[in-house]
């Protein structure tokens, strides 16, 4: 009704030993004091979103004050009974960019998964999620025409970022923009192959390989071993401006990306299991990828070497 505004702010007090961000509603007119409606949480909670009859609002939680990585929940607040649900306590994904359909019964949101950044629905009033689109990358998804599809921003290893629009009933997917089509058609890509081996602690670890254009399989190539910073992030099916494998791999480096132990997208025992001690599994992780290379036939172990953030 325009009435009043929620918003996320940082609520650290002094000394500042740690860092906490809240949900307050101020009222639209200025009058008044702010509420804070998370007060009783000392993680981070963000991104409110009022439902679209403006009885509830959505917003992320945190529930590890130490750890920034932490799975973010969904959580809907009752204005009138200040009650409020967490609608995905026990789904081990971390939730981003969460909108409401147009009846307020169903949530889209986005979340990394297995080194992609998938669409997933999910009621307002809890249960299941299910899982809209998978592939890529994908970003800013917004309902449209009557919640008759969903358009959304995808790229990919293979492919800088396009506009998509999803028919929600049918699952027809079609591709809306070709800003660089033109350009991809005078660049040629090697294969990219998605693995996945033994790392610490005899661990499953996922891997990306990039390979040169024209790769064979009988000759030896040097390697390149890209390590994602963070250490909490992923090295995942994306297009990456800063860091792209591509244009490691075309001067004729086999290149590999590990998403070693501490990736995101792999579930929040993965994403913890470094944390005090950022160094040992990820280095394990990365000589074994490294070994695992070796082993395929196709590597000169003279010529390798390591780049990153």
Known sequence: DGREIVFAANSTEPPFDKLNSDIFILKADGSGALENITADNPAGDSNPVYSPDGRSILYGMQNIDHF?????????????TKNRSNITKDIDISCSD???SSDGKTIYFMAEDRAMQSIFSISSAGGKHKEVYRGGTNTGASLALGDKYLVFSNNNLNSPAELYRLELRRGNLMKMTTFNDEILTQVKLGDVENVTYKGANDADVQMFIVYP????????YPLVVMIHGGPHGTFGDQWHYRWNSHLFAAPGYVTIMPNFH??????QDFAVSIHGNHSDKPYEDIMKATDYMVERGFIDESKMAAAGG
């Not at 920034?68 to 009138?80: G, L, P, W």
């Open 98 to 100: 969460w909108s409401w």
């Open 68 to 80: 920034y990585a932490d799975n973010v929940q969904m959580v809907i607040y009752d204005r009138a």
């Open 213 to 220: 254009v024209d790769f064979d399989p009988n000759k030896k």
């Open 262 to 267: 501490g990736s995101t997208s792999f579930g």
